[in-house]
């Protein structure tokens, strides 16, 4: 909820970063494909750190973000 009011809603983040990483990777990125890459983010820090909350719960949050994705496409 913090994160929302100073970051906007989930899915519109995801988004802006999609057009961000489009640019910057010269390839259409999707809102879908950036919560599927935070995703494995958070995975492969819990490979190092497999008790750490935080990382467990963000995967769960992008994991949200990603259904909301999915739903309005």
Known sequence: EERGKTYGPAKE???RTA???SVMLGVEVTAMQVATCLIQL???RLVETPGHVDSILDV???AAVLRECVEEE
């Open 19 to 21: 057009k961000l990483w």
């Open 60 to 62: 769960a949050g992008y």
């Open 13 to 15: 983040n995801m988004e």
């Open 42 to 44: 958070k995975m492969a």
